[in-house]
């Protein structure tokens, strides 16, 4: 299987998530306001669905050079999650 060009990028993007998302941990347990921990998941939450989305739009454009003719299965199963 070929690494899409994207997926450093990706990974990058979804450990920054990650780093992000221990602080809302963080946050609840120092007792932190809930306004300012709803302000910071929500930026998680941005942050994940903007990996997903590049993910599955470079996996489009890779997989479509190789797709058979008239063949959408791939592409229909996959664009469900955008």
Do not use: W
């Not at 070929?2 to 450990?15: G, Q």
């Not at 599955?56 to 996959?78: N, R, V, W, Y």
């Amino acid at each position: 299987m070929t690494e899409h060009t994207s997926h450093p990028k990706i990974v990058a993007r979804l450990k920054r998530a990650n780093g992000h998302l221990a602080s809302v941990i963080d946050m609840i347990e120092q007792g932190r306001p809930c306004t300012e921990i709803a302000q910071q998941m929500h930026a998680v939450e941005k942050a994940i669905t903007n990996a997903k989305r590049a993910l599955i739009h470079d996996h489009i454009d890779h997989c479509l050079d190789s797709a058979e003719p008239g063949d959408t299965t791939g592409f229909k199963e996959i664009t469900r999650y955008l």
